[in-house]
């Protein structure tokens, strides 16, 4: 099975910036581009959201409103590591970030928590003000 292994939360001052990495293991048989990596968060009290994706076949992001022009995802395939680069970060954007991975049979919506098959471990951001 797929495997997924997020780092990179901490605490960080309002309009600081953090990045987070998400190691992808484990997909025997396939391809690092045969996926789509995706970013959700939950705050305290709130309901899960939907950050941002990658298609790493397409190469095509797709971003929340929330955070757009502020976050950039990428990828880095030697490594199998996609990254949320988190700019110019807010209060509001403190959570528990998780990793996500669906594997590409053809279009998806991204935003839909129920289209991944694979949830790694959270990382927590913290943006204090």
């Known amino acids: 099975d797929v495997q997924l292994q997020a780092s990179g939360g901490g605490l960080v001052q309002a309009g600081g910036s953090l990045r987070l990495s998400c190691v992808v293991s484990?997909?025997?048989?396939?391809?690092?581009?045969?996926?789509?990596i995706g970013w959700f968060r939950q705050a305290p009290g709130k309901e899960r959201e939907a950050v941002s994706n990658?298609?790493?076949?397409?190469?095509?992001?797709y971003y929340a409103d929330s955070v757009k022009g502020r976050f950039i995802i990428s990828s880095d395939n030697a490594k199998n590591t996609v990254y949320l680069q988190m700019n110019n970060l807010k209060p509001e954007d403190t959570a528990v970030y998780y990793c996500?991975?669906?594997?590409?049979?053809?279009?998806?919506?991204?935003?839909?928590?129920?289209?991944?098959?694979?949830w790694g471990q959270g990382t927590l951001v913290t943006v204090s003000s």
């Open positions: 990658m298609n790493l076949g397409l190469r095509t992001t």
């Open positions: 996500v991975a669906l594997m590409r049979r053809g279009p998806y919506y991204w935003g839909i928590a129920n289209e991944y098959d694979y």
């Open positions: 484990g997909f025997t048989g396939f391809s690092f581009d045969d996926y789509a």
